[in-house]
């Protein structure tokens, strides 16, 4: 079977920028096992995988190692592919997932993303992720991901992971977000995954529904701009709308191409 493949770029305006997502269409849905395979074989933090209902597209994201239940810059991936690629003419982009609704607006040149809201709450550090820290948060908050905040926008740089005790931490689909206020933004993040491929995420736009009405809250704005400081890097800009968010980036497509499944 021949499918075609998207490589594009997620919260950037720059082809090597950003967060590299995989697209692939498909008219019907294929085994759950050759999903993760074709991810396993893009080798990218997400591959989408779309299939078009006529008012909809139901939307999944892939890992290389699992199914995740939301995922942010692989879905404005999609939407890119589907408006700048194949030529969608609805500027309003629903995809069926997981997380429920989601709903991308695209309008000059970048792409709005409605996505849930996710509340962090306080809870205590894991000893092994203590362990696996070389400078220790000031406060710390979970809801899907661990949200460790820190005093400095310095102190996100110089995070450093010992893999040895972090990758012994069993978190589902969640992950841990380091964060701080911005210097010349909002605020900063950075965003690591325990026996990942792709250990540090480029850009994590679900990671925004923990950050968003943090930092809502914290620095008294509804519209934030925020910034990942992964090698890559990305830039977002967010917006709490109370019990949801919105979160605006662009996109760049770097490779058009076809697979073969067998």
């Known amino acids: 079977m021949q499918l075609h493949l998207y490589?594009?770029?997620a919260f950037?305006?720059?082809?090597?920028?950003?967060?590299?997502?995989?697209?692939?269409p498909l008219s019907?849905?294929?085994?759950?096992?050759?999903?993760?395979?074709?991810?396993?074989?893009n080798a990218v933090a997400e591959t989408a995988f779309f299939v078009d209902k006529g008012h909809s597209f139901h939307l999944r994201w892939f890992t290389p190692e699992m199914e995740m239940d939301l995922c942010g810059h692989a879905t404005l991936a999609a939407a890119h592919a589907l408006r700048d690629i194949r030529k969608y003419s609805n500027?309003?982009?629903?995809?069926?997932?997981?997380?429920?609704?989601?709903?991308?607006?695209?309008?000059?040149?970048?792409y709005t993303l409605n996505l849930p809201v996710r509340n962090p709450g306080p809870t205590v550090l894991p000893e092994l992720l203590k362990k696996s820290l070389n400078i220790q948060p000031r406060e710390v908050l979970k809801a899907r991901d661990y949200v460790l905040v820190y005093e400095d926008e310095q102190e996100v740089r110089n995070i450093e992971i010992n893999r040895t005790y972090f990758d012994?931490?069993?978190?589902?689909?969640?992950?841990?977000?380091v964060t701080a206020k911005g210097k010349a933004c909002d605020f900063v993040?950075?965003?690591?995954?325990?026996?990942a491929s792709v250990f540090e995420d480029p850009v994590t736009g679900s990671a925004h529904c923990s950050l968003t009405p943090y930092w809502s809250e914290k620095l008294n704005k509804q519209e934030l701009q925020a910034r990942q400081l992964s090698q890559r890097g990305g830039r977002l800009f967010c917006k709490n709308l109370e019990d949801r968010i919105e979160v605006r980036g662009s996109a760049r497509t770097y490779a058009i191409g076809k697979l073969w499944t067998e």
């Open 189 to 195: 993040s950075r965003f690591f995954t325990p026996k």
């Open 28 to 41: 019907d849905w294929l085994p759950d096992d050759l999903l993760l395979k074709i991810a396993r074989e």
């Open 12 to 24: 950037t305006d720059h082809i090597f920028g950003g967060n590299p997502a995989c697209v692939v």
């Open 7 to 9: 490589q594009i770029n």
């Open 91 to 110: 500027k309003n982009i629903i995809f069926d997932t997981q997380s429920g609704e989601l709903m991308v607006t695209a309008e000059n040149g970048s």
């Open 168 to 177: 012994q931490l069993e978190l589902g689909t969640g992950g841990v977000i």
